[in-house]
């Protein structure tokens, strides 16, 4: 990888959030030079604290990527960009649609115009999510899946990713897309459930307090952050899968009952609650969800190594030292 990315300029977006700050660091020690384009808006998860610890080897710009003046500059001599800004939380965007629809699908596309007009050289790896599936019809899912969001979220989302397609198609500017499911570990928001459930649950858990675990039988698959790194480096470096959408998953497929057991026994104590749905959270809740990864498994020989039991150890071991600057 370091002959790929050494001496490159690399702009990630979103870059002070749980994954941005993450490929950052693996980014600078590949000798990248790196610059993080984030807005710091109090619900979407950036944090200073996220890049401390290499804070004098990354550039930052406080910029949102809705302000289509900064990122026509900023988006200029840059040889990849890691499209990761968006809002994630899918209660919000049916609270606040509009809000979402700027972040999640008309930024995405003033960002691509960006690029067309000011440089079409450059190299994107979109962050997508699973959200777009919906309610799937089979399991594991896999990329040939009807896409059929049940929030707005999913949809802005959809909307967003295709518009990367298409530029691809159309214009040449290189661009494939990644659909997340469930990703965890250190830097990910754990102040409330905006991000992932799982955060809520490890700071309850830290904080000596029980957690809810809404419905329980749901089965879920889920990525830990240095795999989903991997997964995005692998990408960019590729010259074969421009327009294409490659699925990410986990090592195993579980209940969110046993996520909960195997938490608490990772913290060797702990306390949960089986609740059921609140309505709002029901009516956009997509039942069980799990990944068929193959397609980015044979194209570019990714595939999960981290245990998902290691990587919740590893989790809580990261917030047991770090909580304060989370909450």
Same mark, same amino acid.
């Given at each position: 990888?370091?002959?790929?990315?050494?001496?490159?300029?690399?702009?990630?977006?979103?870059?002070?959030?749980? &994954?941005?700050?993450?490929?950052?660091?693996?980014?600078?020690?590949?000798?990248?030079?790196? *610059?993080?384009?984030?807005? !710091?808006?109090?619900?979407?998860?950036?944090? !200073?604290?996220?890049?401390?610890?290499?804070?004098?080897?990354?550039? %930052?710009?406080?910029?949102? %990527?809705?302000?289509?003046?900064?990122?026509?500059?900023?988006?200029?001599?840059?040889?990849?960009?890691?499209?990761?800004?968006?809002?994630?939380? =899918?209660? #919000?965007?049916?609270?606040?649609? =509009?809000?979402?629809?700027?972040?999640?699908?008309?930024?995405?596309?003033?960002?691509?115009?960006?690029?067309?007009?000011?440089?079409p050289d450059i190299q994107i790896v979109f962050a997508s999510t699973r959200q777009?599936?919906?309610?799937?019809?089979?399991?594991?899912?896999?990329?040939? +899946?009807? *896409?059929?969001?049940?929030?707005?979220?999913?949809?802005?989302?959809?909307?967003?990713?295709?518009? +990367?397609?298409?530029?691809?198609?159309?214009?040449?500017?290189?661009?494939?897309?990644?659909?997340?499911?469930?990703?965890?570990?250190?830097?990910?928001?754990?102040? #409330?459930?905006?991000?992932?459930?799982?955060? &809520?649950?490890?700071?309850?858990? &830290?904080?000596?307090?029980?957690?809810? %675990?809404?419905?329980?039988?749901?089965?879920? @698959?889920?990525?830990?952050?240095? @795999?989903? %790194? #991997?997964?995005?480096?692998?990408?960019?470096?590729?010259?074969?899968? +421009?327009?294409?959408?490659?699925?990410?998953?986990? @090592?195993?497929?579980?209940?969110?009952? #046993?996520?909960?057991? !195997? !938490?608490?026994?990772?913290?060797?104590?702990?306390?949960?609650? &089986?609740?059921?749905?609140?309505?709002?959270?029901?009516?956009?809740?997509?039942?069980?969800?799990?990944?068929?990864?193959?397609?980015?498994?044979?194209t570019l020989k990714w595939e999960p190594q981290v245990p998902l039991r290691k990587?919740?150890?590893?989790?809580?071991?990261?917030?047991?030292?770090?909580?304060? +600057?989370?909450?």
């Amino acid at each position: 990888m370091k002959q790929i990315f050494a001496g490159k300029k690399i702009l990630i977006t979103g870059g002070l959030g749980f &994954i941005g700050s993450n490929l950052a660091r693996r980014l600078v020690d590949l000798d990248a030079s790196v *610059l993080l384009i984030d807005s !710091l808006i109090p619900e979407y998860g950036g944090n !200073l604290f996220n890049i401390a610890d290499i804070k004098d080897r990354v550039q %930052v710009n406080f910029s949102d %990527v809705r302000d289509e003046h900064s990122m026509h500059y900023l988006i200029q001599n840059q040889d990849f960009l890691f499209n990761l800004a968006g809002q994630t939380s =899918h209660l #919000d965007s049916m609270q606040e649609p =509009h809000t979402d629809l700027d972040i999640n699908s008309r930024a995405q596309l003033s960002i691509l115009e960006a690029c067309r007009k000011y440089n079409p050289d450059i190299q994107i790896v979109f962050a997508s999510t699973r959200q777009i599936y919906g309610k799937p019809d089979y399991l594991p899912v896999d990329e040939n +899946h009807l *896409l059929r969001p049940v929030d707005v979220n999913g949809i802005n989302k959809m909307a967003g990713e295709w518009y +990367h397609i298409l530029y691809n198609n159309v214009y040449g500017i290189r661009s494939c897309a990644l659909r997340l499911t469930n990703t965890i570990g250190p830097r990910m928001r754990i102040k #409330d459930a905006r991000q992932t459930f799982l955060g &809520i649950w490890i700071r309850c858990l &830290i904080e000596g307090l029980p957690f809810e %675990v809404w419905g329980g039988q749901q089965m879920r @698959d889920f990525t830990y952050i240095d @795999d989903a %790194v #991997d997964a995005f480096l692998l990408a960019a470096a590729s010259e074969t899968i +421009h327009g294409k959408i490659f699925n990410l998953g986990g @090592d195993c497929i579980i209940s969110l009952r #046993d996520l909960a057991d !195997l !938490l608490i026994d990772a913290n060797c104590g702990g306390e949960y609650t &089986i609740c059921d749905f609140p309505q709002d959270r029901k009516r956009i809740d997509i039942g069980d969800y799990y990944s068929d990864f193959s397609l980015i498994r044979s194209t570019l020989k990714w595939e999960p190594q981290v245990p998902l039991r290691k990587g919740l150890e590893q989790t809580l071991s990261f917030y047991k030292k770090y909580l304060k +600057h989370y909450l």
